[in-house]
Each structure stands twice: as structure tokens, then as C-alpha cells.
């Protein structure tokens, strides 16, 4: 019990049932199935990211550039659905163009050796601009596009929506990659001991690039999915979301440095979010308190997370050893 | 080189000076005299307390006792600072420098001459900066920024600051370790002018040539005790190498039947740009082949080669049968060779993994199918190589951070061992362990060659290579200076063919 109680995912679905309880006490109806639902919803672009970042930060990486790739990816979406082509290609295009656009930070940071911040910094930038090159900076909106293009996102199965269901696969296609096959083994080795990992056998840069590819990837995917389920693409779709993204691993226990992390941490790092962010407005807080309570969540998590790690210190007693 | 006759009194001494960390004794009541305008040599093994001795005469450790003196009175440096308002000032290997600053701001970094509103006054740091660089004969440009100059200036830099504060003792720690040989003669100039000028030198150095080039005294330590001290003049190379190794205690190391069988690796003509030129040998199943050489002569270079860290220039390795080409480190593994760094901390385990996965890291292509991990592989693996090896943990989930050393190494071994390795080589292996693991760690290379496994060992431990190994390569400065066998393996000739020195006559 008391093992279970120091996890740090444990504590944080508490810290959210709390969240919750609290808001249900003056809104009963935040609480009904079909808000949670909504919420769920709400939050799954969210989670798909996160998880990709998630990859990206375990091997001591970060990628600013995530907000960038689905803003171009959705754009590039909506313009493959104006000329006709089917949604049946459009979801690999988009997924593959994400692949390609993490793929050139990958092999920025693989090859060239600059810092993960800088080149997703520039990418990030750049990619931004490629919208307005591509687009001449005009908006592509609900009645441009195609009725299926726009109704898969919110196509309701089984009373989620299909966007919900695709980041609940993503969840468990992430859970087996990092705890059951060699290569999620080889992104917590990189982050958690560079040195080591080239040792073993493991290309360090190598790995990081494929994290940046995974990462690309998923943001091309959310990118179809966020332009049609809000029925507009436009130069600053998603702008800022790269820090939601980056909050929801950070509060969810993924270390910075790298090597430490676990799929349901940042889910419910992003959950959170999900939840303040949908309840602010029902509570009838102004949405500015929202920006300063989510920073305040990231400053506990990581002081919360930097204590842990203190607390632990060197185990020197024998005795310790095997109690620990 | 004639002696200087010896001053009546010496400028700095230190008596009866011992120093113990937890579990070893680095100094054992040692003494060390300097001398107003004499360069005194210290010199020792890797091991013998040189570099401790440097930092109880910096401030950076206090003696456990022992009496410092400065010019006959009693005096402590409880920090570094205060070593350097005696006077007392150190130049070490890899100079501690800034590299964004100016030369005239490193020189006088700390004690920079101020103009009458207390801001730095740039004209006279850097006139006076160009006068002490003068007096050196140090032809530098004040206002360039330390990262633009070469090792050799930057000892330079290091100099004038010691100057610029009136240090009246300079210790130079292996000072020509990097420079080329143009640069070294004029460091031999530099030191004439220091001792000229009245300097107490300290110089550490393991190159013979260089100690009865420059040096007016000797100093040897071994083993952190005072073996003996005197005047250049009185000694010859034959007797300060036996004073370097001569040993009081034999350590007793694992017997073995030599049981040498079929060669494993041939390694012919491997050569580096700059790090190691034409290395050639053979080592056998069953054999522990020892590496020794001074620190820098190339030996964990070639070992990270062969393990497709770096890639050698030229040459070709044979494993078993084939002739290979290895070109990163997973083909070393997929080969059969393993390497067992020096830095286990930094580049062994993996903290925040568990111990399991720790060992199963280099397998993993044996422990999946498919890509994906089969963990009743995976525990099994770790359960039969952890229990080999008598490791002491709680269970194998357990996080590889919370072990103590003794035990993380233990982790580390097991995952070498659990990719069924045919070569392992081991680079300082016992380094910075205590006498008990030592020999746990000599039993289990003895085990490892009694089972087939061939193994390379480098060490600058003079017994440790005598003690364990078959067959000893010497290297000095990127080349094999000498292979030896049987009865030629003597702490002499390894000192001798490491340090460069001619076979005694």
C-alpha cells in the first residue's frame, strides 16, 4: 500500500479525483458520464502528443516543433481533401508527412549534432512558415471541406468518439513499444545512460532520431484530426500547444533529463490539463487563471519530482540496501 | 647537470605528512623538501601519492598529520587560497584556465589592478600582463581569449599567472604530457628562467629523459610512502626505477594453470590518425594478456577501437575464423567482444532501470522475438548471471541505482557475461576498489580464463599486470614498446619499456 502510494501516477489520478470532486460539489453535472466523456474528448489530441513527446523527452530530447508539424500536416490535409483526394490517403499522408517533418529533426539532431531545443526551435518556425507559403496565409474553412473529411474526428462508436478511440490505441501501441519490445528498452538506455547505452551496442543518435520520426508521426496524425474536428486550418492553428504538450509530460512525472517516464504518467498529465482546462469555464473562472493554474501545477510536479529524487540519496548502510 | 650547492635551508617542507580516505592510505608519513632555485623531481608510479601530495601542498586537502613549513615556520593551508598567498602555486596537466577570457584576465583573474573608482584598469593589466609574458619570453598577445592558443601557451598563461602573484613555489604536474617536442624544449628554457629567478620547482614527471634533463633532486614515493630522496647528480636511472618498484608486500593473486589454447583475436596493423600507429598481436582462448603503459600511451584507444568505438585508419582484426571488420559497437557484441570500461559509473549501468534490464541491455536481440521482449527470457537471463556473480539485491526489479558499487559492478560484469562473450577486455578493473573486491575480481578473471574465455586486462598496476597476466604488451605513446613473457616479466622491464628507457648495459 504504502509502495502504491508513493507511485507517482497513483498520486496523480488521485490529485485529478480530487480535481473533480472538488468541481462536483458546486457542478454536479461536470461529473455526469457524458462530460467525462466530453472531456475525454476534448483531451485526446492532447494525450497523442504528449505520448510522442513523451519518446522524444526519455531520450533527452525535446521537440518544440510538435504545435508546428500538425498545423502544417492539417493544413496540407485540408488541401489534399479540397483537390479530391480521398480520406482513405489523406490519414497515411498526413501520418508519413509528420514522419518526414520529425525525421528532419531527427537527423539535425542525429547528424549535424546541434541541440534538440535549437533545432526544433527552428523547425518549429520554419514549419509555421510553410503554412503561410502553401496556404498564401488564407484560411481554409468548415464549408471548403468535405462532409466525410470533417465528420470522421467526432463519429461517435460506442459513445466515444473515433478521435478518442484513435488516442486510446495510441496509448496502448505506446505502452507496448516502451515496455515490451527492444527498442522502448533502448530509449529509456539512452536517456537514462548515454554513455552506457553507446557501450551496449546502441546508437544513441540514432534512437533520438527515431523518437523525433515517432514523435512527427503522431503530430501529423493529430493534425488531420484536429483541422477536421474544429473545421478550420489556418497558419496559427495549435500555436502555443507545443508547451501544453511539454506540461502534460513534465506534470505527468517524465523527467527532463531523460531515461524516466511511464505512458500512464503522461496520460494523466494531460488529463489534467484536459480537466482544468474544461472546468475553468463551467466554475466561471476566467480562462486566464487557467494559464496560471497549469504553471503552477508544472512548478509542484517537477519541485515534487526533484524531491523524490533527493530523498533517495546514497545508500551506503548494508542494511539499507535491502530495504530498499 | 651539476647539483647547485644545496641551500642551507629549504624554501618550503613538509615532515611526517600522512593522509588516509575511507579505505585507503594515500600518504604514510612522507616528507618532501624544496629548494630556492632548484627543480626537485617527484616520482612514482601511477598510485604512489604524487597527485595527493600536490593537493595537501594547494589547500585542497588537509593532512591527516604532519607539519608543513614555509621558510623554517610552521604554517596550514586550510584552503586553497591560503596555499596561494604563501605562495604555493600548482600547473597542472590540463591547465584550469578560462577559455572565454583574455590572457591578460586569466593571468589576473581574482587580483586584477584597479583604477581609483575600483573598476578594473584594462591599460595596466594588460601592460603588466605583457611584462610578466615578456619575462618569460612569451611571445603572446595579451588580448586574445584563451581558447585561441594551444596547450603550450596556455602552460605559459598558467606560468605568468604564477608569477603575477610572486609565487615563490611552482609545481608542474606532467607538464610536457601534451606538447610537441619544440614546445617541450622551450618549457625546459621557461623552467631555467623560473630557477634563475629563485622559484622552488616541484616537477612530476614519469619520462626519465626529461628528469635528468632539468631536475637538481629527486623525490621517489611509492605506494604512498617516502622511499628516498637526494641529488641528481648521485643517482642513475637503474637505481631510481628500482626504487619505483622495488615492493615490500606481494599481494597474492589466484594460482592458474596456464591452459592456452587456439588464438581468438588477431589484431594486425591496426593504426589511428592520432591515437595508436601499427598495433599487431594475438591473443589465445584461456589467456589473460596484459596491457601496461604510462596514462596517455594509447592502451584503452586501441581497446575502444577493437570494440568499434572509434575506427582504426588502417589494419584488420581476425575473430575465430573470419576476418572482420568491425565498425560499430553492436557488431562487437555480435562478434563476440565485450569491453568492461574504466568509468563504470558514468558508462556502465543504467540508473533508473532495473537490474534485470540492466543485464538483459546487450542481449535483447536474444531475449525478443520480433522485436518484442519475452520478460520470463529476460528474468531468466538476469537470475542465472546475478547468481554467478553473487549479487545482493532484493529482488531484480529493483532500480540499479539504489545498489552500493560493489554490486552495481557486479550488474555491470553480469551483463557482459550474459552475451556469452568470447573476448573480454577490462579496462582497469580493479581501480578504486578495495583490497577485498580486488581479489574477488582477480579470482573471477582467473575463473573466466579457465573456462575459455579469452581476456585482455589494462592496468597501470604493476602487480596487478605481473600477477594476473600470461603475457604483458608494454605501450608507450601510441606503439607496442615491448612484449613480454615469462621470466623477461619484471617490474623493471615494464618500467623501463613504458618510461622509454634503454635496457640496463
Known amino acids: 500500500m504504502n509502495r502504491l502510494l508513493k507511485s507517482r501516477e497513483v498520486l496523480l489520478a488521485l490529485a485529478i479525483l480530487a480535481l473533480l470532486a472538488v468541481i462536483a460539489t458546486r457542478f454536479p453535472a461536470f461529473i455526469a458520464p457524458g462530460n467525462l466523456t466530453n472531456v475525454f474528448n476534448d483531451t485526446a489530441p492532447l494525450i497523442i502528443l504528449a505520448l510522442g513527446q513523451m519518446i522524444v523527452i526519455l531520450t533527452k530530447c525535446i521537440d518544440l516543433s510538435v504545435a508546428a508539424t500538425l498545423a502544417l500536416c492539417g493544413m496540407v490535409a485540408a488541401m489534399l481533401d479540397g483537390a479530391g483526394v480521398p480520406l482513405a490517403l489523406i490519414l497515411p499522408a498526413a501520418l508519413v508527412l509528420g514522419a518526414a517533418l520529425g525525421a528532419v529533426n531527427g537527423l539535425l539532431v542525429w547528424k549535424v549534432d546541434i541541440p534538440p531545443i535549437v533545432v526544433t526551435l527552428g523547425t518549429m518556425t520554419i514549419y509555421r512558415g510553410i503554412i503561410f507559403l502553401i496556404s498564401d496565409g488564407r484560411w481554409i474553412n468548415a464549408h471548403q471541406m468535405t462532409a466525410g473529411f470533417k465528420d470522421l474526428p467526432r463519429t461517435e462508436v460506442l459513445g466515444l468518439h473515433v478521435m478518442s478511440w484513435i488516442a486510446l490505441a495510441v496509448i496502448g501501441g505506446a505502452y507496448v513499444l516502451l515496455n515490451r519490445t527492444a527498442l522502448g528498452r533502448s530509449f529509456f538506455a539512452v536517456g537514462g545512460n548515454p554513455h552506457a547505452a553507446v557501450y551496449t551496442g546502441i546508437d544513441v543518435g540514432r534512437m533520438q532520431a527515431v523518437a523525433f520520426v515517432l514523435s512527427g508521426a503522431l503530430a501529423g496524425l493529430t493534425g488531420y484530426l484536429w483541422v477536421a474536428r474544429y473545421a478550420v486550418a489556418y497558419v496559427d492553428v495549435a500555436g502555443g500547444f507545443e508547451l501544453d504538450v511539454v506540461a502534460a509530460c513534465v506534470i505527468g512525472g517524465v523527467a527532463i533529463a531523460g531515461g524516466a517516464g511511464s505512458v500512464a504518467g503522461a496520460v494523466l498529465g494531460a488529463l489534467f490539463l484536459g480537466v482544468i482546462k474544461n472546468a475553468l469555464p463551467v466554475v466561471g473562472i476566467s480562462p486566464f487563471w487557467q494559464l496560471a493554474i497549469s504553471g503552477s501545477a508544472i512548478i509542484i510536479a517537477v519541485a515534487f519530482n526533484a524531491r523524490q529524487g533527493r530523498a533517495r540519496g546514497r545508500i551506503i548502510l548494508k542494511s539499507a540496501e535491502h530495504r530498499a | ?505
Open chain 2, 1 to 505: 647537470m651539476t647539483a647547485a650547492p644545496l641551500p642551507p635551508q629549504p624554501v618550503l617542507r613538509l615532515s611526517g605528512i600522512s593522509k588516509s580516505f575511507p579505505g585507503v592510505r594515500a600518504l604514510s608519513d612522507v616528507q618532501l623538501d624544496l629548494y630556492a632555485g632548484q627543480v626537485t623531481a617527484l616520482i612514482g608510479e601511477n598510485g604512489a601519492g604524487k597527485s595527493t601530495i600536490v593537493k595537501v601542498l594547494t589547500g585542497i586537502y588537509q593532512p591527516d598529520a604532519g607539519r608543513i613549513e614555509v621558510d623554517g615556520a610552521q604554517v596550514q593551508f586550510p584552503t586553497a587560497d591560503a596555499a596561494a598567498r604563501a605562495g604555493v602555486t600548482a600547473i597542472h596537466q590540463e591547465t584550469v584556465l578560462f577559455d572565454e577570457l583574455t590572457v591578460a584576465e586569466n593571468i589576473f583573474l581574482g587580483h586584477a589592478p584597479r583604477t581609483r573608482l575600483g573598476l578594473i584598469d584594462w591599460v595596466a593589466m594588460e601592460a603588466q600582463a605583457r611584462a610578466l609574458l615578456d619575462r618569460i619570453g612569451a611571445d603572446l598577445d595579451p588580448r586574445l581569449t584563451l581558447r585561441e592558443l594551444g596547450i603550450a601557451s596556455k602552460h605559459l598563461v598558467a606560468i605568468a599567472r604564477a608569477l603575477s602573484i610572486d609565487a615563490r613555489v611552482v609545481i608542474m604536474d606532467e607538464p610536457t604530457a601534451a606538447l610537441s617536442h619544440k614546445e617541450i624544449h622551450e618549457l625546459y628554457e621557461l623552467v631555467e628562467r623560473l630557477k634563475a629567478e629563485g622559484k622552488a620547482i616541484l616537477f612530476i614527471s614519469h619520462k626519465f629523459d626529461e628528469i635528468f634533463r632539468i631536475a637538481d633532486r629527486y623525490t621517489v614515493f611509492r605506494d604512498g610512502a617516502f622511499i628516498g630522496a637526494g641529488a641528481m647528480a648521485d643517482v642513475t636511472e637503474g637505481q631510481l626505477v628500482q626504487m619505483m618498484v622495488g615492493r615490500s608486500v606481494d599481494q597474492i593473486f589466484p594460482k592458474r594453470a596456464h591452459n592456452i589454447g587456439a588464438p581468438v583475436l588477431t589484431v594486425a596493423g591496426y593504426s589511428h590518425p592520432t591515437e595508436f600507429e601499427d598495433i599487431n598481436f594475438t591473443l589465445h582462448r584461456g589467456e589473460i594478456l596484459g596491457f601496461y603503459g604510462l596514462v596517455g600511451a594509447g592502451r584503452s584507444e586501441v581497446m575502444q577501437a577493437l570494440f568499434g568505438i572509434t575506427k582504426p585508419s588502417k589494419g584488420a582484426c581476425r575473430i575465430g575464423d573470419g576476418v572482420a571488420v568491425i565498425r560499430s559497437t553492436a557488431e562487437a557484441i555480435a562478434q563476440g567482444i565485450v569491453y568492461v570500461p574504466e568509468d563504470r559509473g558514468k558508462q556502465g549501468a543504467v540508473k533508473g532501470l532495473p537490474i534485470f534490464q540492466n543485464v538483459t541491455l546487450p542481449s535483447l536481440s536474444r531475449t525478443s522475438r520480433g522485436g518484442f521482449l519475452r520478460m520470463a527470457e529476460e528474468f531468466k537471463l538476469a537470475r542465472d548471471y546475478t547468481r554467478r556473480l553473487d549479487l545482493r539485491a532484493a529482488s531484480l526489479d529493483q532500480d540499479v541505482g539504489l545498489l552500493s558499487g560493489g554490486n552495481q559492478q557486479k550488474v555491470v560484469i553480469a551483463k557482459w557475461l550474459a552475451t556469452k562473450p568470447r573476448v573480454i577486455i577490462l579496462d582497469e578493473p580493479t581501480k578504486g576498489i578495495d583490497i577485498g573486491s580486488k581479489a574477488a575480481v582477480h579470482d573471477f578473471m582467473a575463473e573466466l580464463a579457465a573456462e575459455g574465455l579469452a581476456v585482455i586486462m589494462v592496468s597501470s598496476e604493476i602487480p596487478e599486470i605481473l600477477g594476473m597476466s600470461d603475457r604483458v604488451i608494454v605501450m608507450r605513446e601510441g606503439r607496442i614498446a615491448a612484449e613480454l613473457t615469462g621470466s623477461d616479466m619484471t617490474p623493471e622491464r615494464l618500467v623501463r619499456a613504458a618510461a622509454g628507457i634503454a635496457e640496463a648495459a
